[in-house]
Structure formats: C-alpha cells, structure tokens
C-alpha cells in the first residue's frame, strides 16, 4: 500500500540555521504530497503542499518540490526561528473518490534562541 | 466562521467500555474524516463521511462507526475498547472533500485503562 517514510526526529537546531526534514514516499498512480505542522496543543494545520511533479509548494518561508523521479518531497526553510518549533507531517493523498491522507511519523523539531 | 470543535478534550475510559466523541465541522463544510493518532505516531485514517454517507473506510474493525448528521456535525463511537486504542483523535472537515482546504480539530484525548 501507499507509505510516507519521514527522517527520524528530534531536530533540534539553532534560530537562524537552514532546515531540511527529509519525506519519501511509495505510491500507486500520482498523489499529492503535503506537509502539515502541528504546534503544541493545537490541531494539524496544511503548510504547504503540491499536486503534481516538479511542483513548489511554499509557505511561511518554508519550501517542498515534488520529486517524481526519487519520490521525495523534502521540506526545507532557509532561516528557522523559535516560533518554528513544532511536529512536521509529511503525507500524500489517495484519491479514488476517499481523499484519505496517509501521514509519515512526524519529525519534531525544536529551535532554540 | 468557527473553526472545527472536538469534544471532550480529554476522556478515560475502562478496557471494554464504549465511547463517543463528536466533531463540529466547519460552518459550511459537508465532509468530515476521523484519524487516529497514537503517541509518537503520524494520524491514521478511521474513516470519511460526505453529506452523511460513509466515503470511504480505513482498515479500522467494525467497532469503530460513525455518523454525521444533517447539520454535518459528526460523531465516532468506539465499541469493546482496547488498551491501543488510546491515542489523540483527530476529526477534520472540508467542503465536497477537497483535502487542500481540510482543516482539523485539537483532538479528542482518550486514555483506555
């Protein structure tokens, strides 16, 4: 079946550092690839996402392309600030008239000042 | 416009119990999907419902069920409850099931002891 395979977290990095958390995914047909970020005590919340290949998807200073021929969808951020503290979710959508999402584990990063 | 509401927020409940928790979509949105998600884990589909048919099932057994009514609010109930099905429960509602405008509840914290 479908999978989302995320880095192994915790990231922890420092406020202003360049951020990268690796997605790879298994698919049948052509999905589409999103990331959602999940603060402390709040519900998941749609960063970004991107619908076909070689499409950016970008938001918040954060950026993902498809990647269709290494099925990847990495998100990165140049400069990362506290505020950015949170669990990603990587996940890709099944169609066929369900519109589940299939999330990765979830990578929690951490800035610190 | 309201946001999606979870109740309750939090809930215990006795190995072999039933429980129900409900879901308030969106002002406007007709689909709601339930996922569940353990600790450390990313969200899993339960199942999806669309202006109150069942849209799809993921591969959850049949005691969990679900319904949503005609105001498109929705509820979960979990029968003959098992120590893994603590977890945090996530509903989220969209519009004629467009995953790219999903947006998700805080979550419904069950503790099965």
């Known amino acids: 079946g479908n999978s989302v395979t995320q880095m192994e977290g915790p990231v922890t990095l420092s406020e202003e550092a360049f951020l990268t958390i690796n997605c790879t995914y298994t698919?049948?047909?052509?999905?589409?690839l999103f990331w959602y970020v999940q603060y402390p005590g709040e519900g998941l919340q749609l960063l970004l996402k991107?619908?076909?290949?070689?499409d950016k998807g970008s938001n918040k200073g954060f950026e993902a392309t498809y990647r269709k021929e290494t099925t990847s969808f990495h998100l990165e951020k140049g400069s990362v600030q506290v505020s950015d503290s949170a669990v990603y979710f990587c996940?890709?959508?099944?169609?066929?008239?369900?519109?589940?999402?299939?999330f990765g584990k979830g990578t929690k990063l951490t800035v610190n000042p | 416009e309201t946001g999606v509401t979870q109740s309750p927020t939090h809930l215990i409940k006795t190995r072999g119990q039933q429980v129900t928790l409900r879901c308030s979509s969106q002002?406007?949105?007709?689909?709601v999907s339930w996922y569940q998600q353990a600790l450390g884990q990313g969200p899993q589909f339960i199942f999806q419902?669309?202006?109150?048919?069942?849209?799809g099932r993921g591969n959850f057994p049949p005691r969990f069920s679900g319904l949503q009514f005609p105001n498109y609010s929705s509820e979960l109930n979990v029968n003959a409850l098992e120590l893994d099905d603590s977890a945090l429960y996530l509903c989220?509602?969209?519009?004629?099931?467009?995953?790219?405008?999903?947006?998700f509840g805080p979550g419904t914290r069950l503790t099965v002891t």
């Open positions: 989220a509602s969209s519009l004629d099931r467009r995953l790219y405008e999903q947006y």
């Open positions: 991107a619908t076909k290949a070689d």
């Open positions: 996940a890709l959508s099944e169609g066929g008239g369900s519109e589940k999402l299939v």
């Open positions: 698919a049948t047909g052509y999905p589409s």
């Open positions: 002002s406007g949105h007709n689909t």
């Open positions: 419902y669309y202006r109150e048919e069942e849209n």
